[in-house]
């Protein structure tokens, strides 16, 4: 079979989950109790209806904690469980454990407050900056003078973008299984996208030595960053379980749970301010970012970089202030969600250039053209650009999508259709790759190979759907010349390979599969140097390909030896047929003080064109068609890459258009199911036109370029392409920029009831 | 209460407390863990099999109802040493990333299958509705479909106006 076994699993159901594991016979499940609102505090706990549910009923609170009671990582401010005061709804209190999982819930609910009084709470970011309660100091990046360029621009406009939070929706929720060892520590099997960052977590919190806490990850039902920090709580309170009650624990979320206590994408709320010159290029650029970043500070001060670095999206601005503000609110602590602050930077850049066109009377798509980036362009934080192709990739989009003509056609649809009109619009995304906190662009490979001639891999990647292990499996299968199917994928252990970072940031394949084709290449070279010695050739002449020996000068003799026999006999020469090998990334530098530097190994590129029609009596839209031209290096494997531009672009395009998650002003989410929370399905989908542009990428693996994140921009286009077709419906329509833009706030713009936010509107929350 | 059930073809015999979901029989007691728990409020679509004939989220059907039914589950699809057509379909259009939906999706487009040889791209994705993919952006499902039902060259008109 072609792909990787892994694969194929999934395609019979066999493939293993958390909640799928073989339960042991004196199993405990677990199940949590929350706290009732945004902000408040507790005198302590009535748990005697609880326990008198059931003899097996147990439950632990922060007072049951070996070591410390703390989840953060970059600021410590975060208790797994809440002493004394609670800080936004759905915050853990107590782990309750019980027999069964019905019986842990049932108890969970049983449990009640004693002496609880909420307190005021937050949910604006604006408020909370008002108030000065920021999580750490804001981060400003500056280039040029934009202050004295704007007195030199032909027109400046200002205004304000918000975009909303986004559930990440995992299918398989949080979960982790926690065994009691028998070396007085524990060992998990946990859903997390880092299993070093679990590790570190769990030992904290009970107080152990890392090396008596093993963590291991065979693979997650979806994760897209919200199991980076936010899986190790789950996986911490199931490591308390068993350690207290030296019994095996199992922790798995119910949705609405998983929906109410884990983090999501921030909501953001921006201030911009533009300056161009007569023929529309951009001279300066400013904006302020109010991030919402939740009740505590989680992964908050790395995704306000993210956004900083994307402020000028994929375009070349010569005077650049750009500040993030870390804004603490009585909500959920935001997180990783895929794009990591860059989508919500990305929206704020095209939505300056969406005023812009409008106030310069100019074609948004010409505006955009005329600003890309070019090669050599030094960015806002000092990194020259190089191999850039967002022209290539812009004007082979234009190309494919027809665009003078497509744009033609709409007008003379809109002419005609009174009730419907179409909208489009165009995205270049140019995206940095590598982890913006410098030290974690590192990792380690492990491979065996077994005297049968098999191969094993362990890396520090995890595998959540985005095919890294056949990724791993096809650089190690080229360099040791094996078939792919030779080639097993292990899962990720903490005790294989140490020290590993969480498999995020679009870097997976990048960071794991070159240390994984340094370490093949070591054992290749020892094989060869071994069938070298024994045959009495010269090491230079001999290749491995297609699971054999050939001696090169005379290809036409055949092979010399298959490679499982090969390895036999490697391992009668006592040849050390396993090699671990570590990479870091390099040329990266950054300081911090002065925000300039390098801190990107290099850029992905591409566009995306989209066109919409909208009921303009109903307010539904549907989206036509998107065109995408992607710069995906030379893709590694190809199917793969197109099913993560695909995905990508899908879950970009229901935050910008139909994902709305809302809080009310206590805190509350409003929409904690999936049949309240409304995801993409297949009649949200427009027919999909993806061309992979494959230029070498020195810079990564096999020539390759990382794909998770940057396709996701391109669903950006979905709010603009409906902006565009609102304006054909409404002529000189004043629209906010406020994402996501709904069926609901279409139709509100349409007949009048929805009037643009002011400075102080808007939705609380975003 | 006992229980009797056809699964895949095998009959089982079950004890099952009366709120027992049948997901939770099939997982727990039948051992049968392909059929996944995406939110147990048939929201998801990640338990969808077919119940005498019709899909359904076992999540939204108590064990006891099932006394008597004939349930296909994931289990049952392939039934030689490789993969079944649909999921051969499902593998040539990688139309699975993390793989938690993939079995409820195969159940649905099973029953689609047999129900109407000749979907439309309208009926394709009428018939997945109900199973969420956070992964793949349907196209690739729809695709796989598209092969199975000869019309491959189609693959370029998944537009939905």
Not at chain 1, 171 to 186: C, H, N, R, Y
Not at chain 1, 332 to 343: C, I
Request: proline letters at 5%; hydrophobic letters at 40%.
């Amino acid at each position: 079979m072609k792909h990787n076994f892994d694969f194929i699993q999934n395609l019979l159901g066999r493939t293993v989950y958390i909640d799928d594991l073989p339960e042991p016979a004196n199993l405990l499940h677990a199940a949590v109790f929350t706290s009732p609102s945004a902000h408040g505090s507790f005198a302590g706990l009535d748990l005697s209806a609880a326990l008198a549910l059931d003899p097996t009923v147990r439950v632990l609170t922060a007072a049951d904690i070996p070591g410390q009671n703390q989840l953060g990582t970059a600021v410590l401010d975060e208790p797994m469980l809440a002493e004394g005061v609670w800080h936004f709804r759905g915050q853990v209190i107590a782990l309750v454990l019980a027999g069964s999982r019905s019986l842990a819930r049932r108890a969970a609910a049983a449990i009640k407050l004693v002496g609880a009084a909420d307190r005021p709470a937050v949910t604006d970011p604006r408020v909370a900056f008002a108030r000065g309660d920021l999580i750490l100091k804001p981060r400003t990046q500056r280039w040029g003078d934009s202050a004295a360029a704007f007195a030199l621009c032909h027109l400046v406009v200002s205004g304000r973008a918000d975009s909303a939070g986004q559930e990440h929706v995992y299918l398989e929720t949080q979960g982790a299984i926690a065994l009691p060892d028998d070396s007085g520590g524990v060992r998990l099997m946990s859903g997390t996208q880092g299993p070093s960052g679990v590790q570190k977590i769990v030992a904290r919190v009970l107080g152990l030595p890392m090396n008596l806490v093993e963590v291991e990850t065979r693979r997650m039902g979806g994760a897209f960053g919200g199991k980076e920090d936010q899986a190790s709580g789950w996986a911490a309170l199931a490591a308390l379980g068993a350690f207290a009650t030296q019994r095996p624990v199992k922790i798995y979320l119910s949705r609405r749970d998983d929906m109410t206590s884990t983090g999501k994408r921030h909501p953001y709320s921006s201030d911009f301010r533009i300056g161009l010159d007569k023929d529309g290029k951009i001279l300066a650029f400013e904006a302020d970012y109010y991030q919402n970043s939740g009740a505590a500070c989680d992964l908050s001060p790395a995704i306000i970089p993210r956004t900083l670095f994307h402020a000028a999206g994929a375009y070349h601005i010569p005077n650049v202030r750009v500040t993030g503000y870390l804004c603490r609110t009585n909500l959920v602590p935001f997180t990783a969600f895929r794009g990591f602050g860059g989508p919500q930077g990305f929206f704020v850049i095209e939505a300056a250039l969406d005023k812009a066109a409008a106030a310069l009377g100019l074609d948004p798509v010409e505006l955009r053209r005329r600003n890309l980036l070019r090669e050599g362009d030094v960015s806002h934080y000092g990194m020259p650009h190089e191999g850039v192709l967002a022209t290539e990739t812009f004007e082979r989009c234009l190309a494919r999508a027809g665009y003078p003509e497509r744009r033609a056609a709409i007008q003379e649809y809109n002419r005609t259709n009174p009730a419907s009109k179409r909208g489009l619009a165009v995205m270049p995304v140019c995206f940095g790759i590598s982890f913006t906190k410098m030290m974690m662009n590192q990792g380690g490979a492990l491979i065996h190979v077994y005297n049968d001639g098999s191969v094993g891999v362990s890396t520090g990647a995890t595998e959540m759907g985005q095919g890294v292990s056949r990724k791993l499996a096809l650089i190690v299968a080229r360099a040791l010349g094996v078939s792919q199917t030779a080639v097993r994928v292990e899962s990720t252990r903490t005790t294989t390979v140490a020290n590993t970072m969480p498999t995020a940031a679009s870097t997976g394949a990048d960071i794991n599969g070159m240390a994984a084709q340094l370490a093949a290449t070591e054992i290749r070279q020892r094989l060869l140097a071994f069938a070298a010695a024994s045959l009495q050739l010269d090491p230079a002449s001999l290749t491995l390909r297609d699971g054999q020996l050939f001696a090169d000068p005379e290809p036409a003799a055949g092979p010399l030896l298959s490679f499982a026999a090969l390895v036999a006999k490697a391992y009668e020469g006592r040849v050390d047929l396993s090699a671990h090998a570590f990479f870091a990334t390099p040329g990266l530098h950054y300081d911090l003080a002065t925000e300039r530097g390098c801190p990107f190994a290099y850029h992905v590129y591409g566009c995306a064109l989209l066109t919409v029609t909208v009921d303009t009596l109903r307010g539904r839209y549907q989206f036509d068609d998107a065109i995408m031209v992607h710069d995906t290096g030379v893709s590694i494997d190809p199917l793969v890459d197109l099913g993560q531009i695909e995905g990508a672009f899908a879950q970009g395009l229901g935050w910008a258009a139909l994902e709305d998650l809302r809080f009310d002003d206590k805190g509350r989410l409003l929409a904690d199911t999936l049949s309240t929370y409304k995801l993409p399905d297949g009649h949200f989908m427009p027919r999909l036109d993806v061309e992979m542009l494959q230029r070498p990428n020195p810079k990564a693996v096999a020539n390759s370029k990382a794909v998770g994140e940057p396709p996701l921009m391109y669903g950006i286009a979905g709010w603009f392409a409906i902006a565009d077709a609102l304006r054909a419906a409404r002529p000189g329509l004043e629209l906010a920029y406020d994402l996501p833009m709904t069926c609901e706030k279409v139709l509100g713009l349409l007949t009048g009831d929805l009037v643009p936010a002011g400075p102080s509107g808007g939705e609380a929350g975003r | 209460m006992r229980i009797s059930l056809t699964v895949n073809g095998q009959r089982y015999t079950v004890d099952v407390a009366e709120h027992k979901t049948l997901l939770r029989c099939l997982r727990e007691d039948l051992g049968l863990t392909g059929t996944k728990e995406g939110c147990g409020m048939g929201e998801c679509g990640a338990c969808t099999i077919i119940f005498n004939g019709r899909v359904v989220n076992a999540c939204m059907i108590l064990a006891v109802e099932a006394n008597g039914a004939t349930i296909e589950t994931i289990e049952g699809e392939a039934t030689g040493p490789g993969l079944s057509e649909i999921q051969t379909a499902l593998e040539r259009n990688n139309s699975a990333q993390c793989g938690f939906c993939t079995p409820g999706m195969v159940m649905s487009i099973k029953e689609l299958l047999r129900d109407k040889p000749k979907p439309t791209i309208d009926e394709m994705k009428e018939a997945i509705e109900g199973n969420f993919c956070r992964c793949t952006g349907y196209v690739q499902i729809i695709e796989a479909i598209l092969d199975l039902t000869g019309r491959s060259a189609e693959k370029g008109e998944l537009k939905h106006v």
